[in-house]
């Protein structure tokens, strides 16, 4: 069955510190895969989304980057934290039986980031 | 510019009560339009929507799409607590992104 493991699941970290958020998909191969970061409670900014190993679309400009290394891992990297980067970020791939292309996605469970 | 607008962005309600909820859009090259339901982490999906004026039900939650006037609701009818949440509209736009509205958090009172 298709699963999203994200970790860590808790982060707090000082402001200027470096972040490392990973994703991994099971499940499902060759995966659109997609950044969303959730602010108290509210709607997903869409911040990355890959179609592909090393292919990487960014949304929003900031002090975030995104990598796939491999087809099932995706992984969020800042080297400088800022304040306004605590929130909860959310990794999705599309339903593995809809084709595992775009449509109705699958999230994870979330990384919850605090800056301080 | 692109976007997705949901109102209200909050609303509390009694149990047993009917809400409507709304969702707005104003994107390139739309596909298809998503409702989510977010209790605590995951969004959870409920519905996806491609075609105007066809209805989609589960229980006593419905919604329909209106392409031409660009917008959704999702009716929820005799409401109960564990239907509070956040509730997510997005959008699928061409063939790889799926952008989301601020989200409507409804709360049920006993």
């Known amino acids: 069955s298709q699963t999203i493991h994200q970790w860590p699941a808790t982060l707090v970290q000082p402001v200027g510190s470096p972040l490392s958020l990973e994703c991994t998909v099971e499940?499902?191969?060759?995966?659109?895969l997609y950044w969303y970061r959730q602010a108290a409670g509210r709607g997903l900014q869409l911040l990355f989304y890959?179609?592909?190993?090393?292919?990487i679309s960014s949304e929003v400009p900031q002090n975030l980057s995104a990598s796939r290394p491999q087809d099932r891992q995706f992984i969020l990297s800042s080297k400088k934290l800022l304040l306004s980067d605590s929130g909860f970020y959310l990794c999705?791939?599309?339903?593995?039986?809809?084709?595992?292309?775009?449509?109705?996605?699958?999230f994870g469970e979330g990384s919850r980031l605090t800056v301080l | 510019e692109d976007k997705v607008v949901q109102s209200p962005l909050s609303l509390v309600v009694h149990e047993g009560d009917t809400v409507t909820l709304n969702c707005s859009y104003e994107?390139?090259?739309?596909?298809?339009l998503l409702w989510y339901k977010q209790e605590k982490k995951a969004p959870t999906f409920l519905f996806m929507l491609?075609?105007?004026?066809i209805e989609k039900k589960s229980g006593r939650l419905s919604s329909i799409l209106d392409k031409k006037e660009l917008f959704s609701i999702l009716n929820i009818t005799a409401t109960q607590t564990g239907d509070s949440a956040v509730y997510l509209c997005?959008?699928?736009?061409?063939?790889?992104?799926?952008?989301f509205g601020q989200g409507t958090r409804l709360t049920i009172n006993p």
């Open positions: 999705a791939c599309p339903i593995a039986q809809r084709g595992g292309r775009t449509g109705e996605l699958f």
């Open positions: 499940g499902t191969s060759n995966p659109n």
């Open positions: 890959s179609v592909g190993i090393g292919q």
């Open positions: 994107v390139t090259n739309f596909r298809s």
């Open positions: 491609t075609s105007s004026g």
């Open positions: 997005g959008i699928i736009q061409g063939a790889q992104k799926l952008v």
